[in-house]
């Protein structure tokens, strides 16, 4: 699987202070107006656990659309959304270079704290097209995310573990969106659910 490894680095600054911030991003090529920006948790890598995201990638990739996973490093408690903007400016700026168009739309499956930012972020970028939440942390600024998700007019597919700690936070989505809940399964889809974690991708479609 061909793919283009890069560090983007930058300097965020809160009241005056500047803290260095870094992501690696992988970049799997394609011609096509489609992409998937996959987004881990809090310090998720950008491989995953036994290189789940790495396999995720092949499976959109086999659905026709380009893939660029990215890690997840914590700068700072006001800086939650950089790494998300940053990923999808990157994606934006450089379509015509790695997916051979000027433009195009974004999904985002996202995990964890990352599914908590997609969600109050998303609606501020047009061409974000679809979100796939899973197991979005909702004492991460919950109204944000209610907010944001009110906001977002795209497609959005909601999935949570039936033993995730916030699996009920789900009662507070917006109802018009769709909903799955994974019978057993816990924050991280430990064990066997972890093959139905990488098989999301299927998602992409509904």
Do not use: C
């Amino acid at each position: 699987m061909k793919q283009t490894e890069k560090t983007l680095t930058w300097q965020p600054s809160h009241n005056g202070v500047m803290v260095d911030a870094s992501m690696d991003v992988r970049i799997h090529p394609l011609p096509t107006k489609r992409v998937v920006l996959i987004l881990p948790g809090v310090d998720g890598s950008v491989d995953g656990y036994e290189g789940k995201y790495i396999k995720m990638a092949d499976q959109a990739l086999a659905k026709g659309y380009g893939v660029v996973r990215v890690s997840n490093s914590f700068i700072s408690s006001f800086h939650w959304e950089d790494n998300l903007r940053q990923a999808v400016e990157y994606i934006n700026t450089n379509s015509q270079e790695h997916f051979d168009n000027s433009e195009v739309t974004i999904s985002i499956i996202a995990h964890s704290a990352g599914a908590s930012v997609a969600a109050w972020t998303a609606w501020e970028y047009p061409n974000i097209e679809k979100l796939i939440l899973i197991n979005a942390a909702a004492k991460l600024k919950p109204e944000l995310i209610v907010s944001g998700l009110e906001q977002y007019n795209g497609d959005v597919h909601i999935v949570y573990g039936s033993k995730d700690p916030s699996v009920d936070f789900i009662d507070q989505l917006p109802s018009k969106y769709k909903t799955t809940i994974v019978d057993d399964a816990d924050h991280m889809f430990s064990g066997h659910h972890l093959e139905e974690f990488i098989n999301l991708t299927a998602l992409l479609a509904v």
